[in-house]
T-cell receptor, first 115, second 116 residues
């Protein structure tokens, strides 16, 4: 079946450095992708999203890159801060303009920022 | 402040007992969802509802039940038929028609359910 997965389960980065979190997806028909941040004991928070007709989208200190050729998604966080420590996971949706019942979530990468 | 409120934050279930997790939203969203999160795993959809008095099974509905009597409320009951209920439960809501703005799915802060 289709799946969304992550290359690395844990990532440690020195404070102030940039971090890159990767996500592989297997459904070439997926049209919309989202990155979430989840702090311990809390619900996921939206970070940034991207549609399949784009290959890059930037937000505040974050950039999402989409490579449809190899079905790969990445989240880049610039100048990491202690507050960036969390689990990050990606999600894909086949039909972005309708309900979320078709969202498929990845397993997550735990990012730890080292002071 | 608008948002989604889940309660309680921690809940314990005895064997054979049904427990109900509360989810309330004041975002005026039509759709509401319940997800289950196990350690080291992604979110899995239990049930969802797109309109009052209607709901649909998600990927792992067995052992769970829901109701949607009011737009603002979508309680989840974990029944005794759910043999492995220990998990972090997340409620979410979204507008039916997405405007294209950044955020389309809003999550509550979760309920950690444990078995005694």
């Amino acid at each position: 079946g289709e799946s969304v997965g992550l290359h690395l389960p844990t990532l440690s980065v020195q404070e102030g450095d940039n971090s890159i979190i990767n996500c592989a997806y297997s459904n070439s028909a997926s049209d919309y992708f989202i990155w979430y941040k989840q702090e311990s004991g809390k619900g996921p928070q939206f970070i940034i999203d991207i549609r399949s007709n784009m290959d890059k989208r930037q937000g505040q200190r974050v950039t999402v890159l989409l490579n449809k050729t190899v079905k790969h998604l990445s989240l880049q966080i610039a100048a990491t801060q202690p507050g960036d420590s969390a689990v990050y996971f990606c999600a894909e949706n086949l039909i972005p303009n309708f309900g979320n019942e078709k969202l498929t979530f990845g397993t997550g990468t735990r990012l730890t920022i080292i002071p | 402040d608008g948002g989604i409120t889940q309660s309680p934050k921690y809940l314990f279930r005895k064997e054979g007992q049904n427990v109900t997790l509360s989810c309330e939203q004041n975002l005026n969203h039509d759709a509401m969802y319940w997800y289950r999160q196990d350690p080291g795993q992604g979110l899995r959809l239990i049930y969802y509802s797109q309109i009052v008095n209607d709901f649909q099974k998600g990927d792992i509905a067995e052992g769970y039940s829901v109701s949607r009597e009011k737009k603002e409320s979508f309680p989840l009951t974990v029944t005794s038929a759910q043999k492995n209920p220990t998990a972090f439960y997340l409620c979410a809501s979204s507008p039916i028609v997405w405007s294209g703005a950044d955020e389309k799915l809003f999550f509550g802060s979760g309920t950690q359910l444990s078995v005694l």
